[in-house]
């Protein structure tokens, strides 16, 4: 897999990087700093050094957050791209965005179910009709899923150990939270919860601040800070939204989107800092990372992984919203048939 990740480098490199991103000095070599640029105007505009990187985002970075053209493709829900590029095997990046607001949505855990067990068999194609966004969810070890899991109510796995671990729960109104570690204990005996599952490494924790071990002068040992692949992160906005990121290789146009290049984890954390969010989290990413998105005429919008999963997250209309569109669909016929 390493040589062949090489492979895939060094085609990339004599493909053709652009000079911004050709020129720097790899994080891999040490002898300097990886860096990050957004296409905002026609053109690439530098924002972000792991040499000089923010250890705490406060706010939305004005030169990323305003590239976003944001599109409401259902009531609650609306995507966005982004394309960055970066140093070394990130020099093409294409970035899809959705944003949820959870007063018009719910969010709801599905699974690879078969047979009484649960087995890496989820994909977004398993995904409910009623749908309108899906992803896959958490980490995995094998074909389950790595850490603490609940299903309808129910705990199936027990928590993971792990200090860069985020555990996400929905409550029985469809709301998702944020957990840290050494919160999940006393959570596993709390009401309310309907499903959780668990996800590493932390992106961002407390309010935007990027955990010690992203750093780049951190000395904590576990976490690769140099190593790109394709990324899938969930985050928390400060204005309650939830906002999910998914990354794909684009070089030659998108030609070679299934190759698992891309950000590294210090660049995602980054990413997910410099769109206005206080809290993120990655989950599986590689040939894992998937999504769906469907709009409100029921058009459906893939992004396919490899590889099954054992969990995702669904994302649906809230029933009130569900209600008032059903009627709003019944008017139009009515409105169609008198006419």
Not at 60 to 89: I, Q
Not at 117 to 137: C, G
Not at 264 to 281: E, H, I, S
Not at 303 to 309: F, H, K, S
Request: hydrophobic share 40%.
């Amino acid at each position: 897999m390493v040589v062949r990740r090489l492979a895939l480098g060094a085609l990339v490199v004599a493909l053709g990087a652009p000079s911004h991103t050709r020129h720097s000095v790899s994080e891999e070599g040490g002898e300097g700093a990886s860096a990050l640029a957004v296409s905002a105007g026609g053109e690439w505009r530098p924002w972000w050094r792991s040499d000089s990187a923010p250890t705490r985002w406060s706010k939305p970075l004005d030169v990323v957050s305003r590239a976003v053209e944001w599109r409401a493709v259902t009531n609650g829900v609306e995507t966005g791209e982004l394309r960055l590029s970066g140093s070394g095997e990130a020099w093409r990046v294409r970035v899809i965005l959705v944003r949820m607001d959870p007063k018009l949505v719910r969010f709801q855990l599905d699974s690879g179910f078969e047979n009484g067990f649960l087995r890496a068999a989820w994909t977004v194609d398993r995904a409910p009709a009623e749908a309108l966004v899906a992803f896959n969810a958490g980490q995995f070890s094998g074909a389950l899923p790595w850490g603490w899991v609940v299903l309808r109510g129910r705990e199936f796995l027990p928590p993971g150990r792990g200090p860069l671990s985020t555990a996400v729960t929905i409550d029985t109104a469809g709301v998702l939270r944020w957990s840290p570690p050494d919160s999940i204990q006393s959570l596993r005996y709390s009401r309310g919860i309907a499903a959780a599952f668990q996800s590493y490494p932390t992106l961002l924790e407390g309010d935007g601040d990027v955990p010690l071990a992203l750093r780049p002068d951190s000395h904590i040992t576990g976490v690769s800070l140099d190593h790109g692949d394709s990324r899938l992160a969930i985050g928390a906005l400060r204005d309650g939204r939830v906002l999910v990121a998914l990354t794909r290789f684009d070089g030659l146009g998108g030609l070679l989107e299934a190759i698992p290049l891309g950000l590294t984890t210090p660049q995602t954390a980054a990413l997910m800092g410099a769109l206005g969010c206080k809290r993120a989290v990655m989950l599986d990413g590689g040939i894992s990372s998937q999504l769906l998105v469907r709009d409100s005429t029921g058009v459906v919008q893939r992004w396919p992984g490899i590889r099954r999963v054992p969990l995702g997250l669904v994302v649906a209309a809230r029933e009130s919203e569900s209600r008032e569109q059903g009627a709003g669909s019944r008017r139009q016929e009515a409105g169609n048939r008198k006419m």
